[in-house]
Structure formats: structure tokens, C-alpha cells
């Protein structure tokens, strides 16, 4: 019994240590710069354990001291930043129509990217496993070659945004057997069931597997419109539609991972046909290739078409086309119903508007879709909404995937 007492608290020593840096960690990591009297503050951690941590962290290489500022009445503190050439971060997301894969320092630079276009929205787990092997490979020896890494740097994961529901166990892949994997189902690719198996074993970090909507709303929230933002909505509108969750400051999961599928909640008893096989669906009615199927007259079926036009269909709504004008007044109206859904069963304090063919929606016509979301949403939440575009942009999807490995490398540290 002593014995297992003693593993116990020596357990809960471990565990109150990893927390304390993790705390630690994410503030300079978030702060950009910063000096140990501030973390403390910031932490609420004591000065003591800060010293430690900050000792240990500079130690392995995560964190280094910069220049020294003045301070009222005593030493000069030591500015601390987190070092960005301590080990490559890695992420790559599966769109629509290609699979970007990019690669960042540890303060989330972007250092450069490889992008691999496909057609008929359909790719393989195959195809897409030796595009990811390939980029890493690749734009690590480039990395190398220019000499700020190292002639072996440390690569601290690869993250992969996928467009589908993917089932999580409580662990990541990679820290235990295969059957711990996440399951991914992403019928828009024709994925059904899938893991990732081979590629996680070729590669020369461990790979962590999300929703692209989700690790996009992670990033938002860390670096973009999401920021400080406790209960709030991030939604991807491109060919078709998605969402990630915020509540209490924490990404929205559900029980089995699969919240967040805005796009398939319905909006009407019929129209045109969703490529997941049922008729109402939010993207069936704010998706680019739907409305470019109703500005061309062809309602009757929708199969994923390629969404080419959209320029030719923003030309024409400037140059007075009364058809064009309403495909996009159509749009915002149903895109402001589908928004206040969000509002009146969320109650978010922001939403942002995200995705290659959200973020031209919101550049035009921002003011109109927040109009549009109020008049359909409960007075006291609809008012109290903002609804924004995003600040990521396009590069949102990439480093959103990036941000997996980031973040289990602030929760649990390096890998093993």
C-alpha cells in the first residue's frame, strides 16, 4: 500500500508539473513576447515555479531570452519569447479541390507550402497520404538547405484538417495502438470508415487527424476574429458548408465528434439534392456550386459540380443583372436564416465568416448578412450578435491543422 501511495503522488507531482508548463508555455507562446514577472502575473503562478519552468524551458530549446528592459527600483527583467527555430510544425488540410500542405516555425510562421489540385471531388486516403509524405519530405530538405533548422531539425507533428466527421478517442494517433486511431468519415470525398494507418507510420512525426471546420475554428480562436472569444461560431462556406463550436472558450465536440455539421442541418422539406444524399441542407442553399446551379437555371439536381464561375456571376451581379442580383439576395437571405439557427440555439457572441467562398460573401456583403441574420433571429441574442469576417482567410484551413500538433506539444510536451 506505501508503495502505491508513493507512485500516486509522484504521479500527481508529474501531472501538477506538466499542467504548470503548459500554463506557462501557452502564455509566452500567445504573448509573443513577454518577461517572468508578467507571467507570473498572467499565470498565477508562483516565482519560484515560474524560475524553474523558465529554466527548463530554456534548457530544451523552446524558450530564449532577448534583450533586457528597464525596471522601476530593481534589475532589469529579461524579455523571454519562444524560439522559432526550435523544431518545424506541419499542417495540411483536404479542401474541396486540393491538398494544401504548409510548413511553420514554432511561433506559427509560415515558412512555405506545397499545394496538390485534384478534380471530380474525389481523392483517395492513398493519394493523400503520399501528397503529405511527399510535402514534408520535401519541404523539410528545403528547410535544411537554408540553415535554419539544422541539419536534422526536429519536426513536432503534422496536423490534417479533413472535410467529414472524424471520431476521436481519448487519446491522439500515435500514442496508442492502431485501434485507438480516429475513424474518418468524409462522404464528400467518398471516404467512409477511413484511418490512417500507413501514413502516420511513414512519417517522421506523430500525425493528429481533426475536422477541417474544427482545427480552423482553433486557429481563429488563437490567432484570428475568434480571439477572446467565449461563446462564438466559426463557419467555412466554400463549395459546401461547416462549423466549429465555442462555448465556455473551449471547441464544441459533442459525444461522438461530429458537431458542427451546419451544412446538413435543414433548412427546408425539399430542393435540390445534397451530395449527402437529403434534400434542405444549409449547403445546398449557400454552397458556391448551388448557387451557381440556381443562377444558371438548373435546380433540378446538385452533384457536387465544379463551383467555375463565380467571378463571371459577382461580374454580373455589378453590372445590374437582375438574375444575378437575386441568386445573391437568395443567398444571403437563406445564408441569414441558417446564421440565426446558430444564434438561437448557440447564443454566440460572434460569428466569423470564413472559407474561400464565405470570405468573398463577407468582403461584399457583410453588412447585409449580419441585416439578414438579425431578422431571423430571436430580438435580445440577434441584436447582441457581431457577425465578421475572417482575418485568417484562406490561410486559415493549413495553420488551423497545424495548430493539433501545437497544441499537444503545449499540453503534453515533446514527442517521445
Not at 506557462?24 to 498565477?44: D, N, S, Y
Not at 493519394?127 to 509524405?133: E, F, G, L, Q
Request: glycine share 12%; proline share 4%.
Amino acid at each position: 500500500m506505501n508503495e502505491q501511495t508513493g507512485a500516486s503522488r509522484k504521479a500527481s507531482v508529474r501531472d501538477v508539473r506538466r499542467t504548470n508548463r503548459a500554463l506557462l508555455l501557452r502564455h509566452v507562446m500567445f504573448a509573443g513576447e513577454t518577461t517572468r514577472p508578467e507571467a507570473g502575473a498572467a499565470t498565477m503562478l508562483s516565482p519560484g515555479t515560474i524560475t524553474n519552468l523558465v529554466t527548463e524551458l530554456i534548457a530544451e530549446g523552446t524558450v530564449v531570452e532577448g534583450r533586457k528592459l528597464d525596471s522601476p527600483g530593481g534589475r532589469p527583467r529579461t524579455v523571454l519569447a519562444v524560439n522559432p527555430h526550435a523544431a518545424i510544425v506541419f499542417g495540411a488540410d483536404v479542401g474541396e479541390a486540393e491538398v494544401t500542405v504548409e510548413a511553420f516555425d514554432l511561433t506559427m510562421r509560415r515558412l512555405g507550402g506545397r499545394t496538390h489540385a485534384f478534380t471530380g471531388r474525389r481523392i483517395s486516403p492513398q493519394t493523400v497520404s503520399s501528397v503529405v509524405a511527399g510535402a514534408v519530405e520535401a519541404l523539410t530538405a528545403e528547410l535544411v538547405a537554408a540553415g535554419d533548422f539544422g541539419a536534422t531539425p526536429t519536426i513536432l507533428g503534422i496536423g490534417l484538417g479533413v472535410p467529414g466527421i472524424v471520431e476521436h478517442p481519448d487519446v491522439w494517433a500515435g500514442d496508442a495502438d492502431a485501434s485507438a486511431e480516429p475513424l474518418v468519415h468524409a462522404q464528400v470525398v467518398g471516404w467512409d470508415s477511413v484511418r490512417f494507418s500507413d501514413l502516420a507510420a511513414e512519417l517522421p512525426a506523430p500525425l493528429l487527424i481533426d475536422n477541417g471546420a474544427k482545427s480552423t475554428t482553433q486557429a481563429e480562436a488563437w490567432y484570428g476574429s475568434a480571439q477572446g472569444v467565449e461563446h462564438g461560431a466559426v463557419v467555412l462556406i466554400g463549395d459546401g458548408a461547416g462549423a466549429g463550436i465555442i462555448t465556455n472558450g473551449r471547441l464544441y465536440r459533442g459525444s461522438s465528434s461530429s458537431a458542427g455539421e451546419w451544412g446538413h442541418t435543414k433548412i427546408s422539406l425539399d430542393g435540390i439534392r445534397c451530395r449527402c444524399g437529403a434534400r434542405g441542407c444549409v449547403e445546398t442553399f449557400v454552397g458556391a456550386s448551388a448557387v451557381l446551379e440556381r443562377w444558371r437555371g438548373r435546380e433540378d439536381a446538385w452533384l457536387g459540380r465544379e463551383p467555375e464561375g463565380i467571378d463571371e456571376l459577382f461580374a454580373a451581379y455589378h453590372r445590374g443583372d437582375e438574375v444575378a442580383e437575386r441568386s445573391l439576395r437568395d443567398l444571403i437571405n437563406h445564408l441569414g436564416i441558417a446564421l440565426s439557427n446558430l444564434v438561437n440555439l448557440y447564443n454566440p457572441q460572434k460569428i466569423v465568416v470564413g472559407g474561400w467562398f464565405g470570405d468573398r460573401l463577407a468582403e461584399e456583403f457583410l453588412a447585409d448578412i449580419a441585416a439578414a441574420v438579425r431578422r431571423s433571429s430571436l430580438s435580445q441574442p440577434g441584436a447582441e450578435v457581431v457577425v465578421e469576417r475572417s482575418s485568417l482567410g484562406r490561410r486559415a484551413t493549413a495553420l488551423g491543422a497545424a495548430t493539433l500538433p501545437l497544441d499537444r506539444f503545449i499540453e503534453r510536451g515533446w514527442p517521445q
